[in-house]
T-cell receptor, first 115, second 118 residues
Framework: DTEVTQTPKHLVMGMTNKKSLKCEQH?????MYWYKQKAKKPPELMFV???????INESVPSRFSPECPNSSLLNLHLHALQPEDSALYLC??????????????FGSGTRLTVV | AQTVTQSQPEMSVQEAETVTLSCTYD???????LFWYKQPPSRQMILVIR??????QNATENRFSVNFQKAAKSFSLKISDSQLGDAAMYFC???????????????FGKGTKLSVIP
């Protein structure tokens, strides 16, 4: 299995809703990442988990709450989002965080729309 | 801080022809990694090719090759025998070699949208 699987593929939520995005990989990678990508822009790093511990939080608002229950699974909990949070949310993984030339393996993303 | 510049927002190529996408970067580091990613309409970012800055030899992956000019801080991608499936947004990316938080970050260029004409 050489994939990063993200669910759901599409999500529409209201500003008062609570929802979660899920990301799963079974490649034995020990680093996992959340990226946010607005239309026609490059991805922007949000969070980095290394060995299931949060290593990087790129000053992301607290309405985004990441969780790494185990080495294969990464969640992003969403609460009280704003319309400007509408974007494509990409999950990625790599063998180790910030080591070696291994490129990241990305999932297909969750297209989030906040109404 | 490192920056990555892709000066061609859009490009097009005839099927079976060759196209070159440009990328320049700015860094004070001597060792680093460079990548080209492809993002088709399916949205998944796909790693196309990677290069270690301390290796002189240009990386190649089948129809994809790079022209890495370290002194000029240039990292262009050449696609030979272009196929319809090559149509996508292409992102050039930089990652620091140094261990630590800075090396977690992939710094992306703004992307080049490639169209392939049948």
């Amino acid at each position: 299995d050489t994939e990063v699987t993200q669910t759901p593929k599409h999500l529409v939520m209201g500003m008062t809703n609570k929802k979660s995005l899920k990301c799963e990989q079974h490649m034995g990678h020990r680093a996992m990442y959340w990226y946010k990508q607005k239309a026609k822009k490059p991805p922007e790093l949000m969070f980095v988990y290394s060995y299931e511990k949060l290593s990087i939080n790129e000053s992301v608002p607290s309405r985004f709450s990441p969780e790494c229950p185990n080495s294969s699974l990464l969640n992003l909990h969403l609460h009280a989002l704003q319309p400007e949070d509408s974007a494509l949310y990409l999950c990625a993984s790599s063998q180790y965080a910030g080591q070696g030339i291994d490129g990241y393996t990305f999932g297909s993303g969750t297209r989030l729309t906040v109404v | 801080a490192q920056t990555v510049t892709q000066s061609q927002p859009e490009m097009s190529v005839q099927e079976a022809e060759t196209v070159t996408l440009s990328c320049t970067y700015d860094t004070s580091e001597s060792d680093y990694y460079l990548f080209w990613y492809k993002q088709p309409p399916s949205r998944q970012m796909i790693l196309v090719i990677r290069q270690e800055a301390y290796k002189q030899q240009n990386a190649t992956e089948n129809r994809f090759s790079v022209n890495f000019q370290k002194a000029a801080k240039s990292f262009s991608l050449k696609i030979s025998d272009s196929q319809l499936g090559d149509a996508a947004m292409y992102f050039c990316a930089y990652r620091s070699f140094k261990a630590g938080a800075g090396s977690y970050q992939l710094t992306f260029g703004k992307g080049t949208k490639l169209s392939v004409i049948p």
